[in-house]
């Protein structure tokens, strides 16, 4: 089985910035895209980032220009910068990783607090 473990998450004033990661651990194969997901309270779980293995990336355009999604390959972890944080980015951070068969594998979600 695949575990994803993330990290980063946090209380950050407006304007200031967190760094999400996400490391993935056990039978790991065909990795695919990797991406971030956020869920606040009352609403839907939307995608904020993703990115390929080669490094394509698709941001939601509420997050264009001020994240960044990264990988490595290597570590198969994912990386979420995030700058200029707004309290409308106060969510859950979900981690995300596709496999070139359709599995899925969902980290356990972490807590981005933005006070303004």
């Known amino acids: 089985q695949v575990q994803l473990v993330e990290s980063g998450g946090g209380l950050v004033q407006a304007g200031g910035s967190l760094g999400l990661s996400c490391a993935a651990s056990?039978?790991?194969?065909?990795?695919?895209?990797m991406g971030w997901y956020r869920q606040a309270p009352g609403k839907q779980r939307e995608l904020v980032a993703a990115i390929t293995p080669g490094g394509s990336t698709n941001y939601a355009d509420s997050v264009k220009g001020r994240f960044t999604i990264s990988r490595d390959n290597a570590k198969n972890t994912v990386y979420l910068q995030m700058n200029s944080l707004k309290p409308e980015d106060t969510a859950v951070y979900y981690c995300?990783?596709?496999?070139?068969?359709?599995?899925?594998?969902w980290g356990q979600g972490t807590q981005v607090t933005v006070s303004s």
């Open positions: 995300n990783v596709q496999f070139l068969s359709g599995y899925n594998s």
């Open positions: 056990g039978n790991i194969f065909s990795i695919n895209a």
